[in-house]
């Protein structure tokens, strides 16, 4: 069994920083997704950023050149660094696990509330 825990929300002002990170417990399949979404209140939940377990990334149009996300496998976490805030990417932001190979598994972390507001 698999568990993540998020950390790193928090209250910036626009233009400011956060650097959230998702650590994973347990055992870890050797190729895996990682991906971090977002939820604003009443919107539906958006994908911001995924990385593979080769390094490959991919981000949303709203958060690329701005967002980064990278991975320390000796730790089992993956990070969000986030740059040049903005008041819309205020949300919850989630990071999931899914697993392919060898084993398979699909886990969510709890989120973490990341609010952008002068």
């Known amino acids: 069994q698999v568990q993540l825990v998020e950390s790193g929300g928090g209250l910036v002002q626009p233009g400011g920083s956060l650097r959230l990170s998702c650590a994973a417990s347990?055992?870890?399949?050797?190729?895996?997704?990682v991906y971090w979404y977002r939820q604003a209140p009443g919107k539906e939940r958006e994908l911001a950023a995924s990385?593979?377990?080769?390094?490959?990334?991919n981000y949303a149009d709203s958060v690329k050149g701005r967002f980064t996300i990278s991975r320390d496998n000796a730790k089992n976490t993956i990070y969000l660094q986030m740059n040049s805030l903005k008041p819309e990417d205020t949300a919850v932001y989630s990071c999931?696990?899914?697993?392919?190979?060898?084993?398979?598994?699909?886990?969510w972390g709890q989120g973490t509330q990341v609010t952008v507001s002068s």
């Open positions: 999931r696990l899914l697993l392919k190979w060898p084993s398979v598994g699909d886990y």
């Open positions: 347990g055992s870890i399949s050797n190729m895996m997704i």
């Open positions: 990385i593979t377990s080769g390094g490959d990334t």
